[in-house]
Nanobody, 123 residues
Framework: VQLQASGGGLVQAGGSLRLSCTTSERVISVYTMGWFRQAPGKEREFVAGISYRDGRTVYVDSVKGRFTISRDKAKKEVYLTMNSLKPEDTAVYYC?????????????????WGQGTLVTVSS
């Protein structure tokens, strides 16, 4: 199972970025997809997820109203659109795949991980 994350970069506070996660047709069809992030010295945390079964989305409170997770099954891609970015959003962002249809927020519920893409938000 391959997950390829991209789209990270340096952006000023208040700016926007869109992360992409490219995977296979099978994964995007039968796995719930999630985005996690890990800041230096901190544990990896759940950011957003989208259920493979019904497309329902889940977000961590700190990004609600600013981030949007979406998917394009035809392109086999999952996106994380990030608006109104803050310096505290700075982290390496990972996409991951879980077999559970009800989007889990725990790291250990995800079986497959991409390599991560760095997002840096300057103040």
């Amino acid at each position: 199972v391959q997950l390829q994350a991209s789209g990270g970069g340096l952006v000023q506070a208040g700016g926007s970025l869109r992360l992409s996660c490219t995977t296979s047709e099978r994964v995007i069809s039968v796995y719930t997809m999630g985005w996690f992030r890990q800041a230096p010295g901190k544990e990896r945390e759940f950011v957003a997820g989208i259920s493979y079964r019904d497309g329902r989305t889940v977000y961590v409170d700190s990004v609600k109203g600013r981030f949007t997770i979406s998917r394009d099954k035809a392109k086999k891609e999952v996106y994380l659109t990030m608006n109104s970015l803050k310096p505290e959003d700075t982290a390496v962002y990972y996409c991951a795949a879980s077999p559970y249809h009800k989007t889990p927020t725990r790291v250990h519920a995800y079986d497959y991980w991409g390599q991560g893409t760095l997002v840096t938000v300057s103040s």
